[in-house]
Nanobody, 122 residues
Framework: QVQLVESGGGLVQAGGSLRLSCTASGRTFSTYTIGWFRQAPGKEREFVVAISWSATYYADSVKGRFTISRDNGQNTVHLEMNSLKPEDTAVYYC?????????????????WGQGTQVTVSS
């Protein structure tokens, strides 16, 4: 069982930056692939970025602007978001699964956080 807690959302102007964090419970954190997904009002949930024990994965829409990193000693994953755009506005969810493909190719990872709101004003 893994429990995930997100933090760091908020309101920022276009072009600004935010840092999201996802802290997980459990002693086997390093074996999980951790991903960030987002859901804007009226839209489907979509994959944003993920990190396994050896690789990172980015949606085309955020490449070059977002950076994911993990600290296995602290059971935490960070998402640095730069050059934010109004279309980045959404609720951002942290998710985890032992299968990297489930995180990077589906929207059905086994474990989810409660979500944190990111709002980018124009």
């Amino acid at each position: 069982q893994v429990q995930l807690v997100e933090s760091g959302g908020g309101l920022v102007q276009a072009g600004g930056s935010l840092r999201l964090s996802c802290t997980a419970s459990g002693r086997t954190f390093s074996t999980y692939t951790i991903g960030w997904f987002r859901q804007a009002p009226g839209k489907e949930r979509e994959f944003v970025v993920a990190i396994s024990w050896s690789a990172t994965y980015y949606a085309d829409s955020v490449k070059g602007r977002f950076t994911i990193s993990r600290d296995n000693g602290q059971n935490t994953v960070h998402l640095e978001m730069n050059s934010l755009k109004p279309e980045d506005t959404a609720v951002y969810y942290c998710a985890a699964d032992e299968d990297t493909k489930v995180v990077t190719r589906t929207i059905y990872p086994a474990y989810w956080g409660q979500g944190t709101q990111v709002t980018v004003s124009s």
